[in-house]
Each structure stands twice: as structure tokens, then as C-alpha cells.
């Protein structure tokens, strides 16, 4: 089965996505008087989307130690739905970037389930994962 969403179609919604958070985040930074909540707010989101759009050119080397939902859908899809909320505070604009950023969240929420959307190369770091029967860490000693 051929898959239906792409390799490509995922960094083209990723690049969108980051863009879109970390833009309504920096426009909170503007809320530093009138509401100090909001600027906390947004200074926690601008890192969190700026990874998403920079993870699409170049991956840290120990973000999987430290931020392993960055490697999954479901992962960015909580990251996402997260952003959008955090982002929801102003604007007629700012509320159609959150309404945005929790569908796709949902959408990636989805994808984690569905076998033909096709995951991104840096999804599957080599070393990181061990599947339910992997016998690495099986020294071969039995207890009888």
C-alpha cells in the first residue's frame, strides 16, 4: 500500500505549522504589561515551534534524550494541540492560528494510528526504540 500522505506533504504542513506558532507567539511578546500571563505564555511557545521548523532542516543530537514527542505523531500532535492553545489569546487572527494549530494537531493525533501516512527519516533515529519481543538486552540466561 502506497502512502497517502508524503514524505514531502509532512515538511510542508511542519514548515506551516512552525510558522504559524512561532509568529502568534512573538506577537504575544507584546502583552508584557497588560498581561504578564500571556507573555509567559508565549515565551515558552516560541522555542517549542521554533524546533519544529528548525527539525525539518537539522536535528539536535540529543533532542531524542531529552524531547522524544518531537519523533512521533502523536507526540507533535499533543505539541501542536498545546501551541494552539497557548497561542489563543487576542485577535480575530490569533484565534484562526490556534483553530488551525489544534486541527492539525488532531490530524497528526490521527496519522499516529494510520499505517499509510508515511513517517518523516528523523521519526526513526537509529538505536532509540526497542519493540515489545526485542531480545537486545537478552543475555541468554535462563531461570529454570
Not at 511578546?29 to 498581561?35: E, K
Not at 532509540?128 to 537486545?136: A, C, F, K
Request: a negative charge; hydrophobic letters at 55%.
Amino acid at each position: 500500500m502506497s502512502a497517502i500522505i508524503t514524505k514531502k506533504g509532512i515538511k510542508i504542513a511542519n514548515l506551516t505549522i512552525g510558522s504559524i506558532a512561532s509568529l502568534a507567539a512573538f506577537t504575544q511578546l507584546t502583552y508584557l504589561i497588560s498581561d504578564f500571563n500571556v507573555f509567559m505564555l508565549s515565551l515558552f511557545a516560541i522555542p517549542l515551534s521554533a524546533m519544529i521548523v528548525m527539525m525539518e532542516f537539522k536535528v539536535p543530537g540529543q533532542l531524542y534524550n531529552f524531547a522524544s514527542f518531537y519523533f512521533n505523531f502523536l507526540g507533535r500532535g499533543v505539541l501542536q494541540i498545546l501551541l494552539g492553545i497557548m497561542v489563543c489569546h487576542g485577535g480575530a487572527l490569533k484565534l484562526i492560528s490556534s483553530f488551525l494549530l489544534v486541527l492539525s494537531g488532531i490530524a497528526y493525533c490521527l496519522f499516529h494510528f494510520l499505517p499509510m501516512v508515511e513517517e518523516p527519516d528523523y521519526f526513526k533515529i537509529a538505536g532509540n526504540s526497542l519493540t515489545v519481543g526485542d531480545d537486545e538486552f537478552d543475555d541468554g540466561d535462563e531461570i529454570i
